[in-house]
């Protein structure tokens, strides 16, 4: 959906309100296609800067099907995205323009594009199921959440390869 700035980018003080509701049905990045379980409208606030700068508020709040990066049990994530950016229209010279306004065309503010920049910037770098996840067993695969498989999981450090053979060989049988 396109949101038209061009009243907000031309005129000195004005204001506009607006909430949309969101028509992405999934999340699709390298990491993978996450599917939107619940969404609420996108909700903006749009105000003229300066001269041909506006300043966009707003939020939104998504569900994402996802899965613990440890356990593989399903985990769903919820962000709750705050946005706060400034945009100039497309005849003005932006010497201190951060990044590519990939979600502006022209004088209209793509809505679906602007709030996938913003799940991407705020996607979380790991996903648990809870903080004290024990992951999976690297012996068996057992999810460690939920029973205790008795696995040796002991890894002995390389660097003392050496001294566990001096061990090793010394020992009585």
């Known amino acids: ?39 609420s409208p996108a909700a903006f606030i749009f105000s003229n800067v300066e001269a041909d700068k506006a300043h966009i508020e707003g939020c939104v709040e998504l569900k994402f099907d996802t899965k613990c990066d440890r356990c593989l049990d399903y985990a769903p994530t919820v962000l709750t995205l705050q946005f ?13 323009e951060e990044d590519d306004l990939t979600f502006m065309e022209g004088y209209q503010l793509d809505v679906e594009a602007f709030v ?25 695969g057992k999810n460690r959440n939920k029973t205790d498989c008795g696995c040796d999981t002991f890894v002995p450090d390389p660097r003392m390869a050496a001294i566990q053979d001096i061990f090793n060989a010394n020992k009585e049988v």
């Not at 396109?2 to 699709?28: A, R």
């Not at 497309?90 to 201190?96: I, R, S």
């Open 84 to 96: 706060d950016r400034l945009v100039t229209s497309p005849g003005a010279a932006a010497e201190d």
């Open 116 to 140: 996938y920049h913003e799940i991407l910037l705020n996607w979380p770098a790991k996903i648990l199921c809870s903080e004290d996840c024990k992951g999976v067993c690297p012996v068996c």
């Open 1 to 39: 959906m396109l949101i038209n700035l061009s009243d907000v980018l031309t005129s000195e003080g004005k204001v506009q309100k607006t909430s949309v509701p969101l028509e992405m049905t999934s999340f699709k990045s390298r990491l993978g296609s996450f599917k939107i379980l619940e969404k």
